[in-house]
Each structure stands twice: as structure tokens, then as C-alpha cells.
């Protein structure tokens, strides 16, 4: 199976279609959403395009190719536009390797789960890096509409164990074999 993994959205429309048609460039299986998808946030600035409306929209329409994370700055009236649930977090197994996903406001590389995984993949901190600390990868596949520090839009794509952080270009900015 192949994951398309994005997160913090923030509202913006016009990234919410890039998610989708990345989606289909990749020939994901499924879309995994790492929170924060239509509130921009107090301390961030109003993303392209910023539509909450237009981003359930969007993202109801793939429902059926949706598995959708809380986030911080998600809360219960989000749910009320959206055909879909928001979930505290998720397991998938690739290519034989158990990997956690989460929104990264509770569990990150600095606050780890005690459930050992092969990898953790989260976002919130809106800056996309790959960072092994023992035999566990933890992996910030970044913010697709706000980035900060420096790191690009980005996604990250997960397929056979091997999980690769692209722009929302299509780009590879790292590969990672779990």
C-alpha cells in the first residue's frame, strides 16, 4: 500500500487540491492527514488561498481515500463540515515496519510514545526532517501550506518501508528506509 502523509493545512484551499492532485501523481492508495486542516492557527499568518470551506469541500470528496488526525488547532465544530472523523492517531504497517502518526503536539522526537515503532511520523512543527535516534526514524513530513525555518512545502510519501519527503512539487528532499 502507498500513503500520500500531509499535514497542517491550515485552511488553505489551494493546497488542500495540491494534497488531492499530488494524490493522484503518486498513485496513493491513501491520503493520510496529520491535523490542523482547516484553522490557521493564532500565531500563523492566513495560508494562499485561505478557505475552510472550500478545504472540506476538497477533502470530502476523497473521504473514501482518508484517514484524518487531529491536530492542535482542530477542534469539534471541524466535524460538523467534514464527511470524515478526526482520529487522536494511527498505525500502519510497510513493508513489515510498524509506523505511529500523529499530529507531533504530544508525541515527537523529544516526547517519544512509550509503544516502541519503527518510525514516528508527525508534523505541527511545520519543518520537514528525518532524524533516526536508535533503531527508531522520527520524521516531520512538514506543513504543505505554512513551512517554517527554511524547509520547503512539503508531503511525505510512504510505500515498502521507505518513506520519502517531497515539495508539494513532486521533488524528493529525503528518503528514508525505515
Known sequence: ???????????????????????KAENADLIILLGDIYNHGPRNPLPKD??????????????DKLIVVKGNCD????????????IDSAC??????????????????????KTVFDAVVYGHFHTCFAERQGKTLFLNCGSVSLPKNGTPNSYAVLCDGTITIKTTDGEVVSENVI
Not at 485561505?50 to 473521504?63: F, G, Q, S
Not at 477542534?75 to 478526526?86: A, G, P, R, Y
Not at 510497510?94 to 516526547?111: A, C, E, I, R
Open 1 to 23: 500500500m502507498k500513503y500520500l502523509i500531509a499535514s497542517d493545512v491550515h485552511g488553505s484551499a489551494y493546497y488542500a487540491d495540491k494534497i488531492v492532485e499530488r494524490a
Open 75 to 86: 477542534s469539534q465544530v471541524d466535524t460538523l463540515i467534514s464527511e470524515f472523523d478526526f
Open 50 to 63: 485561505y478557505a475552510p470551506m472550500k478545504v472540506a469541500e476538497t477533502l470530502n470528496a476523497v473521504k
Open 92 to 113: 500502519v504497517v510497510s513493508g513489515g515496519k510498524k509506523v505511529f502518526l500523529t499530529h507531533g503536539h504530544v508525541y515527537n522526537k523529544t516526547d517519544k510514545p
